[in-house]
């Protein structure tokens, strides 16, 4: 008995010190996450800018991209889909001064498979989305236009349902 005491006595040690380095661990580096994780968000918004904008202000769910006489030149909104094949798929999306031309893309989180899945960022699939309607989209496998990624259909599909719910968050579309 007193041999069991003594094991769980060590583990109880261990365990506490345990989470204590992992609870120290994350404080420090909570914060610097974050502030990457802002940036990463900040270079993706200026990425899918259509060109001509000189300032983006942030407007709740959305940026408004503006040109250097104060007019609207475009707009980008996150827009998310968990039903990529890997999980959840979150994109930053450039739109036109329309609020429904698609102007470009970024991901910013995916999980997808390596070599499939992942090529939702080449130029060859992303470049099919621009200067078409963010909301009506579909791959050609569900009677659309945009050519599904081989062997990656349902993460081409999870881009297009995320290219929409960025859509929903402009203005135009309310």
């Not at 583990?11 to 989470?19: K, N, P, R, W």
């Not at 996450?33 to 001509?52: D, F, H, L, R, Y």
């Not at 050609?140 to 960025?166: F, L, Q, Y």
């Amino acid at each position: 008995m007193k041999k069991i005491l003594g094991l769980v006595a060590s583990l109880t040690v261990i365990s506490g010190v345990c989470a204590a380095v992992l609870a120290y661990v994350n404080s420090v580096t909570a914060e610097p996450i974050k502030a990457t994780a802002a940036a990463n968000e900040q270079k993706a918004v200026k990425a899918v800018m259509p060109a001509g904008v000189a300032s983006v202000e942030a407007s709740g769910e959305f940026f408004i991209g503006k040109s250097a006489d104060g007019k609207i030149a475009g707009y980008a909104a996150k827009g998310a889909d968990a039903g990529g094949y890997g999980g959840d798929i979150v994109l930053m999306v450039g739109f036109l001064p329309d609020g429904k031309t698609v102007e470009a893309y970024k991901a910013l989180v995916a999980t997808e498979t390596p070599g499939l899945g992942m090529k939702l960022s080449t130029p060859e699939f992303a470049g099919q989305f621009n200067g078409k309607n963010g909301s009506s989209l579909s791959v050609k496998k569900d009677g659309g236009e945009i050519e599904a990624i081989t062997s990656a259909t349902i993460t081409s599909r999870a881009v297009c349902r995320a290219i929409a719910d960025a859509q929903k968050k402009l203005p135009a579309a309310k």
